[in-house]
């Protein structure tokens, strides 16, 4: 794909529940390699719009490109996992009851090629298969430094290790972008600093376009490359982050006018 293909395109997206509209003619891309962060007020429609990407929600209108061809909004939830994307979640959702290890293990279930069966004699390559998914778990776990905690029940564990082993689950789909959502809401300085390391490093050292929503404008400002703005479902604003910054109408979104 050529650097000046998006890698993601919406195109005049718009969803309503019931007489509500949630997105009104949305319409922002991706560009590979890219931070991309989303950002409004509570309500602003931020979290619709990456279930629309993912495929939780259908628009009733609009289009969802990735690489200019394929439509995430005709897609199924798992087709699209397939196709190498992976999001965190607002509110944690991890299997509570299974270690850290079991979580991102299962994370692995759309790279697996052997059969039920093959898998439960676990010989030949089922086996091999399965050291090769270990493997990749193993060095996540060791990427996120939480090898402390790769047996412990993650239901157990304190809420911003088990926003890291949400984001390691996402890591072992081996995305090609990445969708954060809020991924250090409820988080404590020293845990904010250690995601935001994280994040970077997910996008430096691995490769993974990321698009990011977060209500931590410093952090935002700081790391992304560009920044779109929604308010009441509308698009109001989208650049470099400088620009944002000194947008009348973003100032008058999160402030109120004087």
Same mark, same amino acid.
């Given at each position: 794909?050529?650097?000046?293909?998006?890698?993601?395109?919406?195109?005049?997206?718009?969803?309503?529940?019931?007489?509500?509209? $949630?997105?009104?003619? #949305?319409?922002? +891309?991706?560009?590979?390699?890219?931070?991309? !962060?989303? *950002?409004?007020?509570?309500?602003? =429609?931020?979290?619709?719009?990456?279930?629309?990407?993912?495929?939780?929600?259908?628009?009733?209108?609009?289009?969802?490109?990735?690489?200019?061809?394929?439509?995430?909004?005709?897609?199924?939830?798992?087709?699209?996992?397939?196709?190498?994307?992976?999001?965190?979640?607002?509110?944690?959702?991890?299997?509570?009851?299974?270690?850290?290890?079991?979580?991102?293990?299962?994370?692995?279930?759309?790279?697996?090629?052997?059969?039920?069966?093959?898998?439960?004699?676990?010989?030949?390559?089922?086996?091999?298969?399965?050291? $090769?998914?270990?493997? #990749?778990?193993? +060095?996540?776990?060791?990427?996120?430094?939480? !090898?402390? *905690?790769?047996?412990?029940?993650? =239901?157990?564990?304190?809420?911003?290790?088990?926003?890291?082993?949400?984001?390691?689950?996402?890591?072992?789909?081996?995305?090609?972008?990445?969708?954060?959502?809020?991924?250090?809401?409820?988080?404590?300085?020293?845990?904010?600093?250690?995601?935001?390391?994280?994040?970077?490093?997910?996008?430096?050292?691995?490769?993974?376009?990321?698009?990011?929503?977060?209500?931590?404008?410093?952090?935002?400002?700081?790391?992304?490359?560009?920044?779109?703005?929604?308010?009441?479902?509308?698009?109001?604003?989208?650049?470099?982050?400088?620009?944002?910054?000194?947008?009348?109408?973003?100032?008058?979104?999160?402030?109120?006018?004087?």
């Amino acid at each position: 794909m050529s650097q000046l293909t998006p890698l993601l395109t919406v195109d005049h997206v718009s969803l309503s529940f019931g007489g509500n509209a $949630a997105l009104s003619e #949305v319409s922002f +891309d991706v560009r590979p390699g890219e931070i991309r !962060a989303i *950002i409004g007020p509570n309500g602003a =429609g931020k979290t619709s719009i990456l279930n629309c990407i993912s495929g939780f929600y259908r628009p009733q209108h609009g289009r969802i490109l990735l690489r200019g061809t394929t439509d995430l909004t005709q897609t199924t939830t798992n087709q699209i996992a397939g196709l190498g994307l992976a999001r965190t979640f607002q509110n944690i959702a991890l299997y509570t009851g299974l270690s850290t290890l079991d979580n991102l293990m299962a994370a692995r279930h759309i790279h697996m090629k052997q059969s039920m069966m093959q898998s439960m004699l676990y010989w030949g390559p089922a086996r091999r298969e399965e050291v $090769a998914h270990r493997q #990749v778990v193993e +060095d996540i776990i060791d990427f996120l430094e939480i !090898a402390h *905690i790769r047996k412990a029940v993650v =239901g157990a564990l304190p809420y911003g290790l088990r926003k890291r082993v949400e984001l390691g689950r996402a890591l072992a789909m081996e995305p090609e972008l990445l969708l954060l959502d809020e991924p250090m809401a409820g988080m404590n300085l020293e845990e904010k600093e250690d995601m935001a390391r994280f994040i970077l490093d997910i996008y430096e050292r691995r490769g993974v376009t990321i698009v990011l929503i977060e209500h931590d404008m410093g952090l935002v400002m700081d790391i992304s490359d560009r920044v779109v703005v929604l308010d009441f479902g509308r698009k109001i604003a989208d650049g470099p982050p400088d620009d944002i910054k000194r947008n009348p109408a973003v100032i008058q979104a999160y402030l109120g006018e004087a």
